[in-house]
């Protein structure tokens, strides 16, 4: 254990102190057992060691943090660093990439019950499953979800205000004043082109220019490791999924024909759609349904996105088609706290009841005059007014 300790201090000396995610002030760290999913390279090591940090900085005897993709435990049982641990004093057990230990869902399930006053945070893919048939962990861990950085976030990285996130519906209602407020201390053009190609995970902060050989970095450890260890696909078929995200990326959003498409590259129907699931899990694109209620595992998509725009600029590069990218990053920010679905009389259907179409500042209502509830998205602009809502607003949202 001293190994794991040693190296856990080493960190924390060299993480920088401030709350980097508004989600560490939405999480219960209260609670036995928290669970923090998201894709690899949101950032969930940083604030896991960020809140380590900011609230035991005078008690970190009580901490200890550990990876569970260290070597160490190919030679040691996480329940026994739990009972050292533990008999040493320890309150607080901070694990990462816990989905890299065999059977970790039974072996926190027997933390959580053997050791009643052991708080245990734990993070991994957002891959993951907690309700499994030997070890639920649904009625034990509180499970939150850490998306990339949302412009606003980037914002307060880049400029060092404290930009609060705004809810939807100030948005729509309120966005007039909310903008003029913005616009007096910032201009959110100087960096909302930036944010749309390398601003979307936080570890763009490490080197800018390194930042798209460590985003394709990321996609391929999703498919090549991820994949395969959490959903059990056969690494011989990761190419197929290569393919599938290349085809996806040339025509996001792109409208799938599932019979041409399983033709082309030579998989089963059912098995593409499985595919479909598992990209849009791993947060790699993002599949919009007409209707969000009972969709089914095998169900095709109406409509398939990218996830975030740094991906579409990592596949297409300065031929990203401009339209894609704006509709791309309102889905990706609405998506994180609202129901999305696809819509024929807009672009996207929010919460069952709101319209919005996604365009430049000359964007019209022609195609959703008759709807009440419905928005223009308006890229380019910088106030709105009416129903007609400045595009770059919407990364306020969370």
Not at 44 to 71: E, G, M, W
Not at 83 to 110: I, M, R, S
Not at 123 to 141: K, N, P, Q, V
Not at 180 to 196: C, E, H, R
């Amino acid at each position: 254990m001293e190994r794991l300790i040693e190296q856990f201090r080493r960190k924390i000396a060299l993480t920088q102190g401030g709350s980097i995610r508004s989600i560490d002030t939405a999480i219960d760290w209260k609670a036995r057992l928290i669970g923090i999913r998201g894709a690899r390279g949101v950032g969930k090591t940083t604030l896991l060691l960020q809140h380590i940090k900011n609230t035991f900085a005078d008690d970190i005897q009580s901490v200890l943090y550990a990876s569970l993709d260290n070597l160490w435990f190919s030679e040691h049982r996480l329940v026994d660093l739990a009972d050292e641990f533990h008999k040493k004093g320890g309150a607080w057990l901070f694990l990462d990439e816990v989905h890299k230990y065999p059977d970790w869902a039974q072996t926190l399930k027997n933390l959580y019950d053997d050791y009643p006053d052991l708080h245990i945070v734990f993070t991994g893919s957002s891959l993951l499953e907690i309700l499994d048939a030997r070890a639920d962990l649904s009625r034990r861990a509180l499970m939150y979800e850490l998306q990339g950085l949302s412009f606003r976030e980037y914002l307060n990285f880049e400029t060092g205000y404290s930009f609060a996130p705004i809810s939807f519906k100030d948005i729509l209602q309120r966005h007039e004043s909310i903008s003029v407020d913005i616009m007096a201390q910032i201009k959110p053009f100087k960096y909302f082109s930036t944010y749309l190609q390398t601003g979307y995970y936080p570890y763009y902060l490490e080197g800018k220019e390194t930042y798209l050989q460590r985003l394709e970095e990321t996609v391929m450890m999703i498919l090549e490791l991820e994949l395969p260890l959490l959903r059990h696909i056969d690494i011989s078929y990761v190419p197929k999924l290569k393919q599938l995200l290349g085809i996806i990326a040339e025509s996001s959003p792109f409208i799938p024909n599932i019979s041409k498409l399983s033709e082309r590259i030579l998989i089963h129907r059912q098995t593409l759609l499985s595919y479909l699931q598992y990209l849009g899990e791993s947060k790699l694109t993002h599949s919009l349904f007409k209707n969000t209620h009972g969709i089914g595992a095998l169900q095709k998509p109406d409509k398939l996105y990218l996830d975030n725009t740094n991906l579409a600029y990592l596949f297409r590069g300065d031929k990203a088609d401009i339209g894609a990218l704006r509709e791309t990053f309102l889905l990706n920010q609405l998506s994180k706290d609202h129901r999305v679905a696809y819509t024929q009389a807009g672009d996207f259907l929010v919460d069952g009841s709101i319209t919005i179409e996604v365009g430049g500042k000359n964007k019209t209502r022609r195609q959703i005059k008759e709807n009440t509830d419905g928005y223009i998205a308006a890229d380019n602009l910088e106030y709105g007014f009416g129903k007609k809502i400045p595009l770059w607003l919407f990364g306020f949202l969370y």
